[in-house]
């Protein structure tokens, strides 16, 4: 399975209100259409005892959920 394009690393310093408009633009893969989002995740593979796996999220874009109604 091909992996999604990254869209660069930044460090996690920013709000939720900041990495919602991170979560904005376009696809890389079709640029016609708003993407649904990121998924952030550490550099290094990590696993957390805590969650189970390893640590990551998504940030959602609101104009894809705007589209869908949602």
Do not use: W
């Amino acid at each position: 399975m091909e992996p999604v394009p990254q869209l660069g690393t930044l460090i996690l310093n920013h709000t939720v209100d900041e990495l919602v408009t991170f979560s904005e633009g376009t696809s890389v893969l079709n640029p016609q259409v708003q993407r649904e989002g990121v998924v952030l995740r550490p550099l290094v593979e990590e696993y957390d005892e805590d969650i189970g796996g390893r640590p990551s999220f998504k940030a959602i874009n609101p104009k894809f959920l705007l589209k869908y109604d949602e």
